[in-house]
């Protein structure tokens, strides 16, 4: 599945990380900064071809309330790793072709004392049987 094959991709490429690298909302209260999440976000169907369309992936780095400089540099390692590449789900063995959507957002979440980023990625989805 792609959320995971981005998941994998991220914690193999991406050191600044240090493996933490979760699903969307489910990154333990107690994680280590900074760390990652991976949400999918439905992108819509293909106008032109009816059994295709595009999965919208959305990374959210987050660090301590202190400064976006080391978020800056991890972002930049986030695109490398998943720019132009084919990610590949190891359990599966699907491939996923990945590209980066080129806006970035900085946020905050003041309740737990978080500064984030948002960067999007978009990959073909294909339904159809095989």
């Not at 080391?70 to 590449?85: E, F, I, M, Q």
């Amino acid at each position: 599945m792609l959320r995971r094959a981005v998941i994998q991709q991220l914690k193999q490429q991406v050191t600044g990380l240090g493996g933490r690298v979760y699903q969307a909302f489910l990154a333990p209260v107690d994680a280590g900064r900074p760390y990652a999440t991976v949400k999918m976000v439905d992108g819509g169907a293909s106008p032109r071809i009816s059994f295709a369309g595009d999965h919208v992936i959305e990374v959210r780095l987050y660090d301590d309330y202190t400064s976006f400089i080391g978020l800056d540099t991890l972002a930049h390692d986030v695109v490398l790793s998943l720019h132009g590449r084919i990610v590949t789900d190891a359990d599966t063995g699907n491939q996923y072709e990945v590209f980066w959507l080129p806006v970035m957002n900085d946020f905050v979440e003041e309740d737990r004392k978080l500064i984030g980023r948002l960067i999007r990625f978009r990959a073909a989805a294909i339904y159809g049987r095989g």
